[in-house]
């Protein structure tokens, strides 16, 4: 049995957000898709370690912001990276309160959202699936949705290890221009093939020659935090 074979899944990727009383908080999903038409459903898997997870649970309500391929780096990294119980991870952010559900919708890099009152959730071990009746949704823009496999491949991100599709994987190493570096943080893996657009850093640009001041796209991390892949 080849694991592997699970990445050929396709999905795309959002911003599940829900709350707790006065509480708010928001979180990456990739694994968000549509059940059926009349009554419009979703579906999404959360796990039970995240605090959005507590939040839905609480609140039986959630919202999913449908992320467009123009998000940058940092903004997955803020909201997939990091935990609501260490930071606000609104603080910076462009939202709404739903019209129903009075839930926050991310508008930063949306091109739609849904807002969604839970049916029913089924406990999936690690995670719970949450399915939710759309009673909101709305489109935002033109721009095309970010698929995983765009954020993986074309944006060299990695899933976090309570993400239901995280794949313990093995070091790749050395390329062309240079060796790849890994964020101990996040996962992140630094290929100078690619280099980091986001941040103005050019493909081709070795690590060792990144400015000192550089950071990790997604979590934020100084380059001490890297170490050599392979
Ligand atoms: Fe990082």
């Not at 919202?63 to 119980?85: C, H, L, Q, V, Y």
């Not at 759309?134 to 491949?153: F, G, I, W």
């Amino acid at each position: 049995m080849n694991i592997k074979a699970v990445q050929k899944i396709c999905y795309g990727m959002y911003v599940i957000s829900s709350k707790k009383d006065d509480k708010i908080n928001g979180q990456i999903a990739n694994t968000l898709f549509q059940i059926t038409s009349d009554p419009p459903t979703v579906a999404v898997s959360i796990n039970k370690q995240n605090l959005t997870h507590e939040y839905i649970t609480t609140s039986k309500t959630f919202t999913a912001s449908i992320i467009s391929k123009e998000a940058p780096m940092n903004f997955i990294g803020n909201w997939g990276f990091k935990s609501g119980r260490d930071i606000d991870k609104f603080k910076d952010a462009n939202f709404r309160a739903g019209k129903v559900t009075g839930v926050p919708i991310v508008l930063d890099y949306a091109t739609g959202y849904l807002e969604c009152e839970v049916l029913s959730s089924t406990d999936v071990g690690t995670h719970t699936i949450f399915i939710g009746k759309v009673v909101d949704c709305e489109v935002l823009s033109d721009a095309e949705p970010m698929t995983y496999s765009y954020y993986r491949q074309i944006k060299g991100g990695k899933s976090p290890k309570t993400a239901p599709t995280y794949v313990k994987e093995e070091s790749t190493a050395v390329g062309a221009t240079g060796d790849k570096y890994k964020c101990t943080v996040c996962g992140y893996i630094y290929d100078p093939q690619n280099g980091d657009p986001d941040s103005g850093i050019k493909a081709g640009t070795k690590f060792e020659d990144l400015p000192d001041t550089w950071v990790c796209p997604v979590c934020g991390a100084p380059k001490s935090e890297f170490e050599k892949e392979g």
